[in-house]
């Protein structure tokens, strides 16, 4: 049997987040953790690029324009979609995911899904340092999983 597993593997390389600044309370702090974990696993300021953009519909677009530049290893979108009141959430959940899966499918490139799609703003909190941990630092660990899967497959 051949097995590959890069769980544990330790890599850094280029890597470009998305982050939406709706519900920019939550995807400060998914940024903010998603940033300190790769300081803890050695990635130096060069190697990280951040760019803004309005919302989670807004994503899927700015990876696709980053994949093309050929630059990064990997992408990380983050952002908050909380249902609240609207159907809107069932169409920007949709529009996000779907269109993280196709840049990563379309450009061979790890797109990890740092994207919080949550009934309430608690609900978000918790998923971002609260009691159920931290989505920020789990997309880079996902990130840095399948850049270095890739690598070995
Ligand atoms: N964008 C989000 O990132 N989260 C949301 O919860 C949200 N809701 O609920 O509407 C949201 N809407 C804006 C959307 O992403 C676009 O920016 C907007 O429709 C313009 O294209």
Redesign the pocket.
Known sequence: MRRFNAKDKKVTFPVALVV?R??EEVTSKLLEGAHARLQELGFDEGQITVVDV?????IPLALQRLAGLKEFDALIAL????R?E?S??DY?CNL?SQGCQEISLQFKLPVIFGVLTTENEEQAFDRCGGKHGHKGKDAVDAACEMVALLRSL
């Open positions: 939406s709706f519900n309005p919302g989670a519909v807004e952002g908050a979609v909380i609240g609207t809107h959430y920007v996000v």
